[in-house]
């Protein structure tokens, strides 16, 4: 409870510190930043925490987070100064500002606080850091800790620093250490503060996308505004209500032996649905790990028909996993940067930028800047984010010059000018972090053989779909009139993207730059490049109904967002509707780029170590499902705001029945997940309070590493997801291979990895000292820890250290010896 008040403190100041400085970085936006102040300050104390440390002005300690505090004191003061030069008494109006929208103020502060709280009790009911991926993220944490300057040690590969994007757990490791706390605490803790910030930051956008089209009603958009951290965090997929119906044994009969059968289930395909209830029914859902099916809804197939898992995660799936892994870290700066485009859109950053060869980008230096910081950020943070973050910014200054000065060839120029110094400058910015970074990704492969269908596409986004199609409906009905032109080019535009997919994966068939990889790719499918271009064009139109969907999406979209035709008696009313639809332009903008991120795994993959689109849909869908909640929740509330009476109630009862099946995942998940919060070891925020409970040896002697010199541990090496490499994951310290797997997907191939698997076999092993001395004079290891892991995995041959080396720790199984 102690460590919970003090991150709740921490993070309050430090966006109260933050603020006047979002006030002038924001002057579009209703709230003027307050919402995303936490965020911000955290980004920017963050940024300069790093640089500071990878520049060797401050070591990675105490004093060198309260320096870079002081960097964000220093620019608000700044702000504060900077602008009273222009603006006479900027302090007094921040000060009436915070007046004037006490309710405001008020709503984002409860909303964080019971955001907060709710998920650490969740955690606090199911803290276990020891499946999935949450091991390799504590190991960072705790290497991050460990490490006295910057780029941070690699805990899982000695004498290497981390090949990843570990922004997010920099951010962690300040926390950790301002307050005193384990990682295997803080892992947790900043679990529930990415939720409760990503909460007041989609609470933030909505609130300045209503107030922009009615500032009247601000009481009424600030209950609005609620719907965007529903959509965004609680609202799930079908899934769940599949379970529930699925338990309940609907659609299930018997045959003539008596066994249940279900064309409904099998058509359907989604393994354990497929495969009868239990008896007697019931209405929970109670099978083993049922609620990961919801992660996994997507079902793809080879041509030999094997079955591909494919990874369909969504945020509130994300946090009953507990997993701290950068797609959620980024949760809060994604928002951040939606908001970031959303005052560019607005012409919040008026002023101009002059190029030495005469041309001119129409945004001020500040704002320029702050951009550039934020999507470095984000592709520190999660790489993968950068994609749709750049794409919305720079989209938003596009439509922005629209708006200003029309349609014409200048806003191609337009894009050029911002993408291409933005990304530039993004990069120099965080400059340090790309000079050890290596990536598994080896370019973009067509997608022939794994087209979604239909029934799991609308299993997936169905509670996002629904109102984004019903607000589509109500604008193009507003438009009719003058819709027809715009939809017959949006119709061409999205024909000749498909054709322009079609014809690259056609092309890659016959192509001699991958020819070798293309013939080996046919033979693992028995197939001739004709036979397969004909098999997986049938499969495609078989499984068409998923495109028609997405079109059905993107080519509205696309419509509404095209500028009407300049006639002369279309002048008035032309701009009347550029003034009056602002925000459903941004809105539109979000849905397009959604659309884009999950028709684009449709036809390309990014090329990694897994081999299909397992990791391309994961994280296109995961960013697409951020940009979509918000605009349902728009939707939403548009519509709940806007229909006449019988039309209002029926979308209301609607919308409350899709709001309700998307809660029937949280609601059950989190009783299945915690035992009907019914914690085995009680409740606690700090994971290593399991450890020592079940492994009283293992965690002493955890601790007595924790608070040893700094050296290089040697463990048994082991397969990933799994207990080992569990010493340096609790302290920090270098081991000399952690989860090989893991590592050769951070840096590309097992190259850097060696004999290292062997060798550390053989350290234990061998009955010769002078082979265990080589190795451990190869590798500088320090430490040579021996407990019942090693024991069980290895015969050890623990002779040679009892007479060479000293024992520094010996309690119950577990023995720790240290090297000269």
């Known amino acids: ?187 947790n803790l900043m679990t529930a503060l990415i939720f409760a910030l990503g909460a007041v930051g989609s609470y933030g956008i909505l609130y300045n996308l209503l107030s922009a089209r009615n500032m009247q009603q601000a009481t009424r958009n600030l209950f609005s505004s609620l719907l965007a951290p529903l959509f965004l965090l609680l609202v799930s997929n079908f899934e769940a209500l599949l379970e529930v119906l699925h338990r309940l044994g609907l659609f299930w009969v018997k045959d003539s032996t008596g066994q249940y059968v279900s064309p409904f289930w099998q058509w359907l395909d989604m393994k354990e649905l497929s495969l009868a209830p239990l008896v007697p029914f019931q209405f929970m859902p109670d099978r083993y790990l049922w609620w990961w099916r919801a992660s996994r809804v997507i079902q793809d197939y080879d041509m030999l028909h094997t079955p591909m898992e494919v990874i369909d995660e969504f945020p509130f799936f ?97 894009v050029f000018l911002l993408a291409l110094p933005l990304g530039i400058v993004s990069l120099l910015l965080y400059f340090p972090f790309y000079l050890g970074f290596s990536s598994q990704a080896g370019g973009i492969l067509p997608n022939f053989m794994y087209p979604t269908r239909g029934a799991h596409l609308w299993v997936m986004w169905g509670t996002l779909l629904i109102p984004i199609f019903a607000y589509l409906v109500y604008l193009w009905r507003g438009e009719k009139n003058q819709s027809n032109w715009k939809l017959a080019f949006s119709l061409g535009l999205g024909f000749a993207l498909f054709l322009f997919l079609m014809a690259f994966a056609i092309a890659w068939v016959g192509s001699y730059v991958e020819k070798d990889f293309v013939f080996w790719f046919l033979d693992s499918q028995g197939m001739s490049a004709s036979a397969f271009l004909g098999a997986t064009s049938l499969r495609r139109l078989t499984y068409i109904a998923s495109l028609i969907t997405l079109l059905s999406v993107l080519i509205p979209a696309l419509a509404h967002l095209l500028p009407l035709r300049a006639t002369p008696e279309m002048e008035s009313e032309t701009i009347e509707i550029s003034q009056t639809k602002i925000e459903s332009q941004f809105i539109l903008l979000l849905i397009t780029l959604g659309s884009i991120l999950v028709i684009a795994p449709e036809f390309v993959y990014l090329r990694d170590q897994f081999g299909y689109r397992i990791n391309t849909i994961f994280k296109f869908y995961y960013q697409a499902w951020m940009l979509w909640s918000l605009a349902a929740a728009f939707g939403s509330a548009y519509l709940i705001q806007n229909l006449p009476r019988i039309k209002n109630i029926i979308f209301s009862v609607v919308i409350g029945l899709v709001i309700f099946s998307g809660l029937l995942y949280p609601v059950f998940s989190l009783l299945t997940k915690t035992d ?27 601790q007595f590493l924790r608070t040893a010199p700094e050296g290089i541990v040697a463990e048994v090496v082991g397969g990933s997801y799994s207990n080992y490499a569990r010493i340096s994951t609790y302290t920090g310290l270098q081991t000399v291979i952690g989860w090989p797997g893991h590592e050769a997907q951070w840096r590309g191939d097992f190259a850097p990895q060696g004999s290292r698997i062997d060798d550390v076999a053989k350290l234990y092993t061998t009955t010769s000292w002078e082979e265990a001395q080589l190795i451990i004079e190869q590798y500088n290891i320090r430490y040579i820890y021996i407990g019942s892991l090693e024991r069980t995995s290895l015969t050890v041959k623990e002779d040679k250290f009892k007479i060479h080396l000293k024992p520094i720790f010996q309690q119950g199984e577990v023995s720790i010896y240290e090297a000269p």
Do not use: C
């Open 676 to 702: 009907n919060f019914k914690p085995f070891y009680g409740f606690t925020l700090d994971d290593f309070d399991r450890l020592t409970r079940e492994n009283p040896d293992e965690a002493a002697a955890i």
């Open 1 to 187: 409870m102690t460590a919970f008040i003090l991150w709740y403190f921490i993070i309050t100041f430090l966006g109260w510190l933050t603020f006047p400085l979002v006030y002038s970085l924001f002057p579009a936006l209703a709230d003027r930043g307050y919402t995303l102040s936490r965020a911000a300050g955290l980004l920017i104390w963050g940024y300069a925490f790093w640089m500071l440390a990878s520049l060797n002005i401050a070591q990675n300690d105490t004093g060198g987070i309260l320096l870079a505090l002081a960097v964000i004191i220093g620019l608000s003061v700044f702000s504060i100064f900077n602008r009273q030069s222009q603006i006479k008494n900027q302090k007094s109006l921040i000060v009436n500002f915070l007046k004037s929208n006490l309710p405001l103020i008020l709503s984002t502060e409860i909303l964080f606080l019971i955001a907060f709280a709710f998920l650490a009790f969740v955690r606090s009911a199911n803290p276990e850091l020891v499946s999935t991926e949450k091991p390799m993220e504590l190991a960072f944490i705790n290497g991050i800790l460990r490490s006295p300057t910057f780029p941070p040690q690699d805990p899982w590969l000695s004498g290497y620093a981390i090949s990843y994007y570990y922004f997010g757990y920099v951010m962690t490791a300040m926390f950790a250490r301002l307050s005193g706390i384990p990682g295997s605490m803080a892992h």
């Open 318 to 414: 994300s946090f009953l996993l507990g997993d701290l892994h950068p797609h959620v870290l980024a949760i809060p700066f994604s928002l951040l940067a939606i908001a970031v485009a959303l005052n560019i859109f607005l012409g919040g950053w008026r002023g101009q930028i002059d190029f030495p060869w005469g041309s001119r980008l129409h945004i001020n230096y500040t704002g320029f800047l702050f951009s550039a910081l934020v999507i470095g950020g984000i592709a520190f943070l999660n790489t993968w984010d950068i994609l749709s973050s750049a794409a919305l910014i720079v989209g938003s200054y596009v439509f922005w010059r629209v708006r200003e000065d029309g349609w014409r060839w200048d806003r191609l120029e337009d």
